[in-house]
């Protein structure tokens, strides 16, 4: 099925409302699933409201996002300062390749209450134990989101963890919703191009979100270039060992809290309450105004 570019607006647009973020122009040519040349000067169906000269665009009766969007954008400040200054010490970590900011520090749409969700990507056959050091680091910090935490303001969600030979997300989840998340990461830092790598081994979301997908690729990262194959060399031994014990440990651990986390090859991810569900659910809820059916736009079929 194809779609008219003020579908594919809407499409944008009622995605971003399920967070509570009008967006602008520029963006939803980004966010436009299967990508637009530009947006239409008349939005037919959607509200337009302009604050300190930018223009945004929200679904009907909803433009008081727009100074929820604001006050974000001010709390997000101070969280990005304080995961880039924070993040310069996972760089002890030798088995680290890569420390992303996801969820909604990403798009600078974090309440001032929100934790803030991170990413990493390991060496091969170094994930638990790089695991078990970014965890160390995370304490030593004072910025731990532990379980059960209930105040978790600025603290640190060790969210997901995938090791540089497993870099591409599981077919069966290769959808609307892990496309926006892999494009909206933000690399902090990272080492030998893997976040180049990342995003190869998820050309998929491209066939979502090309435009999202061209403006990642023109505007990557510097990769760190600095050679740890030495300290590596000198550590193999030590490596391999202590990886099955930080796997064994750490599951042992982790049985009588499992919830929805995934744990397979290559990938811990730690998310204690699925978002796809409930982000789907209110998608299609959206989309029932525009007459847009849900799976066309979701598994773009």
Avoid at 165 to 180: I, K, Q, V, Y
């Amino acid at each position: 099925m194809k779609f008219t570019r003020l579908q594919k607006v809407f499409a944008a647009v009622a995605y971003a409302d399920v967070f509570d973020f009008p967006l602008t122009r520029d963006e939803i040519r980004l966010w436009a699933v299967g990508g637009i040349d530009r947006v239409p000067s008349s939005l037919t169906g959607l509200d337009i409201s302009k604050k300190a000269g930018i223009e945004y665009v929200c679904l009907p009766k909803r433009k008081s996002l727009v100074h929820i969007r604001q006050l974000r954008q001010k709390s997000a400040v101070f969280k990005w300062r304080r995961i880039h200054a924070a993040s310069r010490l996972f760089r002890i970590i030798p088995t680290l390749l890569l420390v992303g900011v996801t969820g909604g520090l990403a798009v600078e749409n974090a309440k001032e209450g929100d934790d803030i969700d991170l990413f990493f990507v390991s060496r091969k056959n170094t994930l638990w134990l790089t695991r078990s050091l970014v965890t160390f680091v995370a304490e030593i910090l004072g910025m731990r989101r532990r379980p059960g935490d209930r105040r978790v303001k600025n603290k640190i969600c060790l969210n997901m963890f995938m090791a540089e030979d497993a870099l591409s997300l599981p077919r069966n989840e290769r959808d609307f919703f892990a496309a926006h998340e892999v494009l909206q990461m933000v690399p902090l830092w990272e080492r030998e191009g893997v976040y180049q790598r990342f995003l190869s081994a998820n050309r998929w979301v491209k066939h979502f979100f090309p435009n999202a997908w061209h403006d990642k690729i023109r505007g990557m990262v510097r990769s760190d270039k600095k050679s740890r194959i030495n300290v590596l060399t000198w550590l193999q031994g030590a490596i391999a060992l202590l990886e099955p014990v930080a796997s064994f440990v750490q599951r042992v651990y982790m049985r009588k809290r499992r919830t929805s986390e995934v744990i397979e090859y290559g990938m811990i991810r730690f998310h204690p309450n699925d978002a796809r569900k409930w982000v789907r659910e209110k998608y299609a809820l959206r989309l029932q105004q525009s007459d847009i059916p849900l799976d066309k736009i979701f598994y773009h079929r």
